[in-house]
């Protein structure tokens, strides 16, 4: 029988880690493509959006996969820190773009 829960949780911090990967990815090829480098395309407020909702994909899935209940606040507080990154980057790219909000 399949274990619903321990896939969802595990399916959970994959997705996260495939969002971060592929963040880091597209970094490095819009670095290539255009005259900017890797660094400054790492501190961009997209990078920074995808990587931050990836990790906090990654910190939930590791809390709901948690056995020892020490740890699951721990992965919790860190999926909120992840959030709030997020949120300040998506804060920062609509101030730095404000058409793309329309």
């Excluded at 900017?36 to 909702?53: D, E, K, M, T, Y």
């Excluded at 990790?55 to 992840?82: C, D, T, Y």
């Amino acid at each position: 029988m399949i274990d619903w829960y321990a896939l969802f949780a595990n399916a959970l911090w994959v997705i996260g880690l495939a969002v971060v990967l592929a963040a880091i990815s597209w970094s490095f090829y819009a670095a290539s493509r255009s005259a900017v480098s890797v660094r400054r395309q790492l501190a961009a407020p997209g990078f920074n959006l995808a990587a931050s909702l990836g990790m906090m994909l990654v910190m939930l899935g590791l809390a709901l996969q948690s056995e020892a209940l020490w740890q699951i606040p721990i992965w919790l507080v860190m999926a909120v820190i992840f959030a709030y990154k997020a949120w300040l980057a998506w804060q920062e790219r609509n101030r730095l773009q404000p058409d793309l909000i329309e």
